[in-house]
């Protein structure tokens, strides 16, 4: 269910990534022809409007760029971390659990006679 | 700790995705970059042409690996990796430290 959803996310952000730096190029071609244009007609408020605008879009699309970029990064970084935080642990260290309790009754019982009889003494 | 073999080549696939992703964003600027001075009128269609092609192939490469390591992720749950909404204990901790002590207590005993 979760996986569904990460290939959605990056189906999304592939497709907005792909259409940003075509946006990009196009509203900078816009802006030049608009910006030849307007000093033909010689309107110093149209220019003002037209390349600001054209400035805040290329600016959008550039911060959607690195944003998406980002968010794959991010992604990268969930998947990696499932990896490693939600492993089920090997069969191995069960067996080594087993052999490590026997020991362990062994050696405590061992301690345990060593201190007792260090007291009587 | 070490990892399984496995889990370390899943690591190693998707840090080459990271590489390849930073590559295409570089690739992104470099383009844009190209694209001013394209404007400026030097010949930088060329370099423009080059930075946009490998940005898509860049990303191309990158997104069908990410979907093909999200598959992997899928198909390892419930055999290599634990259902995603349950949340993990660190149990593996206890068992360290019973055999930290055990090898404290052998050196005791010897």
Request: glycine share 4%; proline share 2%; hydrophobic share 35%.
């Amino acid at each position: 269910m979760s996986n569904r959803a990460l290939l959605e996310q990056l189906d999304r952000t592939t497709e907005m990534l792909s259409n940003s730096l075509t946006q990009l190029v196009k509203y900078s071609s816009i802006l030049s022809e608009e910006e030849s244009g307007a000093a033909q007609r010689e309107m110093a408020d149209s220019i003002a409007s037209v390349s600001s605008e054209g400035v805040a879009m290329i600016n959008t699309q550039t911060m959607q760029l690195i944003k998406g970029i980002q968010d794959l990064l991010v992604m990268t970084r969930s998947i990696r971390e499932k990896w490693l935080l939600s492993q089920v642990p090997e069969k191995k260290e069960s067996e080594q659990q087993e052999v490590d309790y026997e020991k362990c009754s062994q050696m405590l019982n061992s301690w345990v006679n060593q201190i007792v009889g260090n007291s009587d003494c | 700790m070490p990892q399984p073999k496995y889990v370390q080549e899943r690591i190693e696939s998707l840090n080459s995705i990271d590489r390849q992703l930073t590559s295409s964003l570089l690739h992104a600027s470099q383009a844009v970059a190209a694209l001013a001075e394209l404007k400026r009128g030097e010949e930088m269609k060329h370099q423009f042409e080059m930075h946009a092609r490998n940005f898509y192939q860049g990303l191309e490469e990158a997104t069908v690996s990410l979907r093909n390591e999200i598959k992997f992720l899928d198909d390892n749950v419930g055999t290599r990796l634990l259902p995603i909404n349950v949340n993990k204990k660190a149990s593996d901790q206890d068992d360290d430290k019973l055999r930290e002590q055990l090898t404290l207590l052998e050196k005791e005993l010897s």
